[in-house]
């Protein structure tokens, strides 16, 4: 069913619908944009980094209450009581278990599905649906995108990229069904249109002509609603609406200020060659690209256009140089790191600047005002990974894992949390836990064993 965007959800221009964060002056005429009794939804984001980290930079010294996060986590400190470490987590599918060598592919494609993908480099690719689609299968209903895929990184859905499996294994963090990935976006315009944009093509059209024609924004379509809106509200919503609407601008125009090497293909992805990877566009842009992409995720969960995001900094293996941050090695090569006391430094590096554009989100989930006092912080679960935990050794147990947010108040935070080892607690186990509090549950899940106790 096609589904309508009504006026008390979003300002409507000519091409363009603009749909608006929670409003209290509006929150009675537009109950479906909160959850029962006036409560915010609950939203879930699953974010990915390549390659395993350098886990003693990584991992809280004591387990319990967190005390001053340091190495790779102290961009976290200001949101330390939201943000929850669990140690000891495994994900037993991205392991051989009989098919040799490919790690990589293993571990970003079990990561969410918890199913063993099949070793081929063919079109008969098969793993299993991830967690993602999991709750957006269940709930996706109710907003205007059931989910949205995100990436940094650009990758290819065929070929032989890992050992005799598929490019598709290592480029998709999101499985529609076990043979179909979903495809993430890589261009923040794109998404842009994708999330303001209208549904008409005609409409569409002729709003790109003017816009391209007058340099328009996205708003200029839409500010005759906003005025009328503007005047029904009381002064803190009015107050709300103008912050909003400036946020959104100033997104549009850092998208438009990179227009021009955004539009520059960036180069495919290859393990053997750091070099191949080292393009302009990732030395000067890749933090504003990846913050971009935070930002957009905010405000589609801010809109409730979505409850359900995918966001991998970078596909399984990925070797790209971070010579931005003077490591001008390729990340691949240098998570082989042999112990080497250097190498390791410079992993240390690339995993917190990966953490600080984490942390960027974060503080802007922090700043969005929700209903009943509460944040959009307060009312999302982020989980943070990779399916790898040290890169030199391809572990795939003890990952690097964390969970930011309250989910409605359902998760306790400001603690490291080391699950039992023996035996293994799958990564699954906690699907299960955030399936529950999202609305849709389930009694297994992959190679899950029980319901995981946050």
């Not at 709750?135 to 907003?143: E, K, L, Q, S, Y």
């Not at 890992?162 to 999101?174: E, I, Q, R």
């Not at 991998?312 to 082989?336: Q, W």
């Amino acid at each position: 069913m096609k589904k309508v965007i009504s006026r008390r959800t979003a300002l409507k221009g000519l091409g363009t619908a603009v749909a608006l964060p929670f409003l209290e002056s509006l929150a009675a005429a537009a109950p479906a944009a909160t959850g029962a009794a006036g409560l915010a939804p609950k939203r879930l984001a699953f974010f990915y980094v390549p390659n395993g980290v350098n886990m003693a930079e990584w991992t809280p010294k004591a387990e319990g209450k967190l005390k001053e996060l340091t190495g790779t986590l102290e961009p976290l400190n200001p949101f330390k009581e939201h943000v929850n470490v669990l140690s000891g987590l495994a994900c037993d599918k991205a392991r051989p278990n009989g098919d040799g060598p490919g790690d990589h592919a293993r571990a970003m494609s079990a990561f969410l599905t918890g199913r063993q993908a099949r070793k081929t480099h063919g079109a008969d690719i098969k793993v299993g649906v991830s967690a993602d689609q999991h709750v957006a299968n269940a709930i996706g209903d109710r907003t205007r995108f059931p989910s949205l895929e995100l990436g940094i990184e650009r990758g290819l859905n065929a070929g032989n990229c890992d050992s005799g499996y598929s490019c598709a294994y290592s480029a998709n963090l999101s499985w529609r069904s076990e043979s179909t990935p979903n495809a993430k976006e890589c261009d923040p315009k794109a998404v842009f249109d994708r999330l303001f944009l209208g549904t008409d093509p005609k409409e569409l059209a002729e709003a790109r002509a003017r816009r391209e024609l007058y340099n328009k924004s996205v708003l200029d379509f839409v500010m005759e609603d906003a005025k009328g809106l503007g005047a029904t509200l009381g002064s803190g919503d009015q107050r709300k609406l103008d912050e909003y609407l400036t946020s959104v601008r100033e997104v549009e125009q850092r998208i438009q200020k990179a227009k021009a090497a955004m539009n520059k293909p960036l180069p495919k992805p290859n393990m053997a060659a750091p070099e191949k990877h080292d393009d302009k566009y990732w030395r000067e842009h890749a933090q504003d690209h990846m913050r971009l992409m935070c930002d957009l995720m905010v405000i589609a969960f801010q809109t409730d256009l979505t409850r359900v995001v995918t966001l991998p900094f970078a596909n399984e293996g990925s070797n790209r140089p971070y010579k931005m941050i003077e490591v001008p090695e390729g990340h691949h090569d240098l998570s082989h790191h042999g112990n080497d006391a250097k190498k390791l430094d410079k992993i240390a590096k690339i995993n917190k600047f990966h953490m600080e554009q984490f942390a960027y989100l974060i503080g802007k989930m922090k700043a969005v005002k929700e209903p009943n006092g509460t944040t959009l912080l307060d009312n999302v679960m982020v989980m943070y990974g990779s399916g790898n935990g040290d890169g030199n050794r391809h572990n795939h147990d003890d990952l690097p894992v964390l969970l930011v947010g309250k989910g409605g108040g359902t998760i306790e935070g400001g603690r490291h949390v080391v699950v039992g080892r023996r035996p293994e607690v799958p990564l699954t186990n906690l699907f299960l836990a955030l399936f529950e509090r999202m609305g849709a549950p389930a009694k297994a899940f992959g190679d899950s064993t029980g319901v995981l106790k946050l």
